[in-house]
């Protein structure tokens, strides 16, 4: 099932965290993980046309924060054309795959990385409109493969 929608995601203090806008709607499909359970049944469940106010907690939504995903990193395992900068991101490779990791401080001889979603530990609020729904079948753009979770 394909979607298209618009939406705003805002903390609980009320900052904008993300925002499609009305001009740049958001077209995905349900099932493979791209927003959590919460989010999904509401979007199969709701009317098109309809917008939707959704209150996720951390454990609904990103994950707690985890202190161990927070490390200390040497920046002589780096190669030199890599711009070990604040804010920049990195593709780690870890025992269960890559992941991708923000450098969050530069010291002289390491980085400190966090792995965390940008939004793990926090109470999130979905503003959704659901601008069309399709229900024909999803196909994988990676292989073409029928359903989710393929590629």
Known sequence: MLVTIEYLVKDQSGTTLFDTGPDHPFTTPLGIGVFPAKIEAE?????????KEITLTPQEGYGIFRDYLVQNISKEIFPSEINLAMGSLLELATEDGPTVAKIIQVNPHDVVVDANHPWAGKTIIFFIKLLERNNSEFKCAGCGHSGNNCC
């Open 43 to 51: 979007l199969r469940s709701i009317e098109v046309g309809t917008t």
